[in-house]
Nanobody
Framework: QVHLVESGGGLVQAGGSLRLSCTAS????????VGWVRQAPGKERDVVAA????????YYLDSVKGRFSISRTNAKYTVYLQMNSLKPEDTAVYYC????????????????WGQGTQVTVSS
């Protein structure tokens, strides 16, 4: 079973950037696809970006394409989410989630979850 810990959230002005990190332990990291899932108050969870076990396949929510970039370093058991040109509507708790091998754009298909990190974008 893999354990996930997120870091890198915070408060940023609109147009700014943040990089989130998700560090895993307790499993063979290269066996897992990882997704970043966000949830704003009163809204459903959305997978904003996901990457498969090898890093060869990625998924992005339409509203973040061209602004967010997901990557992974299996040797460091870490997945990154680079977020640029942030908008107030990106404000949410961002969760790192994992499932075996193939990534998914559906939050309910992820089996393991971190505790989340808050991202707040001020206008």
């Amino acid at each position: 079973q893999v354990h996930l810990v997120e870091s890198g959230g915070g408060l940023v002005q609109a147009g700014g950037s943040l990089r989130l990190s998700c560090t895993a332990s307790g499993g063979i990291f290269s066996n897992y696809a990882v997704g970043w899932v966000r949830q704003a108050p009163g809204k459903e969870r959305d997978v904003v970006a996901a990457i498969n076990w090898s890093g060869g396949t990625t998924y992005y929510l339409d509203s973040v394409k061209g602004r967010f970039s997901i990557s992974r370093t299996n040797a460091k058991y870490t997945v990154y989410l680079q977020m640029n040109s942030l908008k107030p509507e990106d404000t949410a708790v961002y969760y790192c989630a994992a499932r075996h091998f193939q990534n998914s754009g559906r939050a309910e298909e992820y089996d393991y979850w971190g505790q989340g990190t808050q991202v707040t974008v001020s206008s």
